[in-house]
């Protein structure tokens, strides 16, 4: 009886000790867990990389010093675009290589090239895009280096939007690319690559710098794309060659053209649009739908009928006008 009572004993003790310990632990403070308590792989590994943009060189040729100066250059034109979206975008990872161009012929430089193709894994560039100076194959100077930020437009609207159209990607990166100018922003150094950037987006001439130059896109009817272009098509003056139709670059453009010259709607009512259009997608995209965290199977949310929809809702009247003149259905 004796060896009960004292095993009983120890028991209750035991019991005691470990409410005392659960109690001591529920009431501490719950720490919150951030990017550097723990190592991922999405962390940085190197010196070309921040938590808003990495750099990764695909070949041998690439140089190291002109990296790190578009890793600040980009990294200027993500925080840009995040202010302007009001929305944090994944790090935005710019896949390089070097391909060489022809060498330059021109004296005054060649200037400039840009581009690229988006996924929602980055940006790949063949090489630093910019200006080239004479008898070179490819930019060399900082200053000769241009500010991407039409491709990385359609980075954060993969991530805002989901799925969407290609036609109103392409407006929303030309629409910033010309109006929001986080490109221009970022370039400390004057040259030619920043008077290039200056000008804004081809596709939409809206800037002086724009309007003065020689520069812009050439129709298949000869007619310069500008919003005089857009007027003479809803006149019946002009009309799109079924090439011109199927151009998403050119679709977009005349879209935001007549945004403009039709409803009044410029930059805040166009940014007003993308981001109803993202609260769409976020109230499709609840815990247990198909839309998930793998960016490989995000599905279209976006459709070209929810895209008039809430174009509609912003602007307060029938833009159907609009979208059947551009054949967007």
């Known amino acids: 009886m004796k060896w009960k009572k004292i095993i009983l004993a120890m028991l209750f003790l035991a019991l005691i000790i470990v409410a005392i310990v659960s109690y001591s632990t529920l009431n501490q403070p719950i720490k919150k867990v951030t990017k550097t308590d723990t190592l991922s792989e999405t962390q940085c590994q190197g010196e070309l990389c921040n938590s808003y943009v990495e750099m990764l060189c695909q070949d041998n040729n690439c140089n190291s010093e002109l990296l790190q100066y578009y890793l600040q250059l980009q990294t200027k034109v993500v925080q840009c675009l995040e202010n302007h979206f009001q929305f944090s975008a994944p790090r935005v990872i710019y896949k ?28 790949s560039q063949s090489n630093l895009f910019g200006n080239t100076q004479f008898g070179e194959k490819v930019a060399k100077d900082l200053s000769d280096i241009i500010a991407e930020e039409h491709e990385t437009t359609h980075f954060f609207l993969y991530y805002m939007l989901r799925g969407h159209p290609n036609w109103f990607s392409e407006a929303i990166a030309i629409e910033v690319n010309e109006r929001v100018n986080c490109d221009v922003v970022a370039m400390d150094l004057e040259g030619n690559a920043k008077e290039f950037a200056k000008k804004g987006d081809a596709y939409l001439r809206e800037t002086g710098t724009d309007l003065l130059s020689s520069g812009g896109i ?35 453009a005349l879209w935001i053209m007549g945004l403009k010259e039709d409803y009044n709607c410029n930059e805040q009512c166009v940014l007003r649009i993308v981001k109803e259009l993202q609260g769409y997608t976020s109230s499709q995209c609840r815990p247990g739908t198909s839309c998930g965290d793998n960016p490989l199977q995000f599905p279209e949310i976006i459709t070209n009928e929810i895209i008039k929809e809430k174009t509609d809702l912003i602007i307060g009247s029938d833009t159907g006008e609009l979208f059947r003149l551009l054949e967007i259905s």
Do not use: A, F
């Not at 390089?96 to 940006?123: L, N």
């Not at 009817?221 to 500008?226: E, P, Q």
């Not at 098509?233 to 011109?244: A, F, M, N, T």
């Open 218 to 252: 050439r129709m298949d009817d000869g007619s310069m794309l500008d919003n005089n272009y857009y007027l003479r098509l809803k006149q019946g003056d002009v009309s799109l060659s079924e090439r011109e139709k199927r151009d998403s670059h050119t679709i977009g």
């Open 96 to 123: 390089i290589s070097s391909i060489e161009k022809p060498e330059c012929e021109q004296e005054e430089g060649c200037c400039c090239t840009t581009g690229g193709s988006t996924s929602w894994s980055g940006i």
